[in-house]
Nanobody
């Protein structure tokens, strides 16, 4: 059964770093754009970044620009989110998602979603 699995979340102090991974199972990651979203209970889901499947172009929400980097390794069927200079407001459950193109991801439409990984930024 095709699905995505996230890993790499955890507890980190403000200013610290984490790298999240999103691995695809039973479908060809290379043909999909991949996005990272986050959600805090009681708030709407927010898109943080996405990467195109065709040319590797990327998009970031303003609040993470300069701190987060999304990348992909199609051979490993994995997309990464390197998160640096983390802030308490980055605390959320992070989800990855796959869609045929970035335009759908930008509005939260995806064919596949992962189960989420918790990121907590606290001293």
């Amino acid at each position: 059964q095709a699905h995505l699995v996230e890993s790499g979340g955890g507890l980190v102090q403000p200013g610290g770093s984490l790298r999240l991974s999103c691995t695809a199972t039973a479908f060809d990651l290379e043909t999909y754009a991949i996005g990272w979203f986050r959600q805090v209970i009681g708030k709407e889901r927010e898109g943080t970044s996405c990467i195109n499947n065709r040319d590797g172009s990327t998009w970031y929400v303003d609040s993470v620009k300069g701190r987060f980097i999304i990348s992909r390794d199609n051979a490993q069927r994995t997309v990464y989110l390197q998160m640096d200079s983390l802030k308490p407001e980055d605390t959320a459950t992070y989800y990855c998602a796959a869609a045929p193109d970035m335009s759908r991801l930008r509005v939260g439409i995806a064919d596949y979603w992962g189960q989420g990984t918790q990121v907590t930024v606290s001293s």
